[in-house]
């Protein structure tokens, strides 16, 4: 009967137990699930914040470009702004310019008027004093000369500032050469200058504009005046042409003057560029310019002990422009 009792309460534990297991199992698949469904709805909020901090990191990038864009675009209206201004400044200067050569072209006008007075009358007294007062004779002579010269210079300067069609034909670059010296002769002895010209012989004839190459020419002299200002000692120009090839010549312009700063070298030939206080800015341009429209190329060096040489070559032949 004991027995019995024993076995009985012995089944009814191990239910008990058996309820137990199956409720802890029951509870511990529940927390796997709850686990589960946490972990998933942890990666879809990360998923979610991933996105959204994707989104703003674009947005802040849009941001940042729209920005840089408006400021690349400031940057281009002040760019744009002072290019304009500068061009309204070129263009008073250009306007300027060429009032100038107006009026030295009306005073050249005006000068050769009592100049060709001055002939006249010393040209008369000699008459009168025909085959007498020699030493007279001699200095009426010499302003007759003189005067005569004087009169070829205004000529000459008036040609230059003519706005005439480039007239190109076969041209004596020593020849040219040679006038224009005698253009400056005086201007370099007031200035304690020293001119020397080394010009090849038996040139052949080029093709081109005698005014524009000799307005080229005028110009390059009179920077080396300019450049030979400040110089102690030697203070010479060298004039030079020579056979550069079978097609082409050159023509140099050597100075003993103060050389060229190495960062100018390259703007030397824009237009308006100067380094004098009291420059225009324009010589070297234009002048590169009837070079070029001649066929040939300017250039510029510094000499290996002092100051420059500018030179530009000239094709043999060059076709007209």
């Given amino acids: 009967m004991i027995k019995k009792k024993k076995t009985k309460k012995l089944l009814s534990e191990n239910r008990v137990q058996a309820g137990e297991r199956v409720r802890l199992e029951g509870l511990v698949a529940d927390l796997s ?6 972990g998933v709805k942890i990666q879809r909020q990360a998923d979610e914040l991933k996105i959204k901090n994707g989104q703003l990191r674009n947005g802040i990038k849009k941001q940042i470009k729209s920005e840089k864009q408006i400021r690349i675009g400031a940057t281009l209206i002040r760019k744009k702004e002072l290019e304009i201004i500068k061009q309204r400044e070129e263009l008073l200067h250009v306007t300027r310019v060429g009032k100038l050569a107006e009026f030295v072209s009306s005073l050249a006008h005006e000068i050769s008027q009592p100049l060709t007075a001055i002939l006249s009358y010393a040209q008369a007294a000699q008459r009168m004093l025909a085959d007498r007062e020699p030493e007279l004779q001699k200095i009426l002579s010499y302003i007759i000369n003189d005067d ?3 009169t070829d210079v205004i000529q000459r300067l008036r040609s230059l500032l003519k706005k005439t069609v480039p007239e190109m034909k076969p041209l004596d670059i020593n020849a040219v050469v040679n006038e224009t010296v005698m253009l400056i002769a005086t201007d370099a002895a007031v200035r304690n200058d ?29 920077n080396s005046f300019d450049a030979l200002e400040s110089v102690q000692g030697i203070r010479e120009i060298l004039i030079r042409t ?20 190495a960062q100018n070298i390259t703007k030397l030939f824009t237009r308006f560029f100067t380094s004098k206080p009291d420059g225009l800015g324009m010589g ?27 030179y530009f070559t000239i094709p043999i032949g060059a076709k007209g422009v």
């Fill in 33 to 38: 699930q709850s686990r589960d469904n946490l």
């Fill in 148 to 150: 005569q010269r004087a």
């Fill in 194 to 222: 020293v001119l020397k010209i080394e010009l090849e012989s038996n040139l052949p004839l080029v093709r081109g504009d005698r005014i524009q190459l000799q307005q080229v020419l005028l110009n390059l002299i009179s």
């Fill in 242 to 261: 020579s056979r550069k090839d079978t097609h082409t010549i050159t023509v140099s312009i050597k100075d003993s003057g103060c050389g060229i700063p």
């Fill in 284 to 310: 070297l341009s234009i002048s590169r310019s009837i070079v070029e429209a001649h066929g040939g190329r300017l250039g510029v060096e510094n000499n290996s002990g002092r100051g420059a040489t500018f």
